[in-house]
Nanobody, 116 residues
């Protein structure tokens, strides 16, 4: 079984930056892809960014293109979401998601609030 722990959320002013981290742990797993989702109050969960560990390039939601960057550290089984030029519309709970040979695992979520 794989466990995910997220960190890095918080309160930031419009135009600011945050970096979310997601650490995967467990016994003998192979990671196929990472993804970040978010869910704002009253909205459905939406895909923000994804990274398949192969030839498929990273993908981003249109609303975050040019502002957010997904990356990973293979040695530490970690993924990151660098969020720049944050807008109030980015306020949501952000969830990390990893696809392994075992299945799909979700993190517990971390709150990001963009407000002045």
């Amino acid at each position: 079984q794989v466990q995910l722990v997220e960190s890095g959320g918080g309160l930031v002013q419009p135009g600011g930056s945050l970096r979310l981290s997601c650490a995967a742990s467990g016994r003998s797993f192979v990671i196929y892809a990472w993804a970040w989702y978010r869910q704002a109050p009253g909205n459905e969960r939406e895909l923000v960014a994804s990274m398949a560990l192969g030839s498929t390039p990273t993908t981003y939601a249109d609303s975050v293109k040019g502002r957010f960057t997904i990356s990973r550290n293979k040695a530490n089984n970690m993924a990151y979401l660098q969020m720049d030029s944050l807008e109030p519309e980015d306020t949501a709970v952000y969830y990390c998601n990893v696809k392994t040979h075992i299945g799909v695992t979700w993190g517990q979520g971390t709150q990001v609030t963009v407000s002045s």
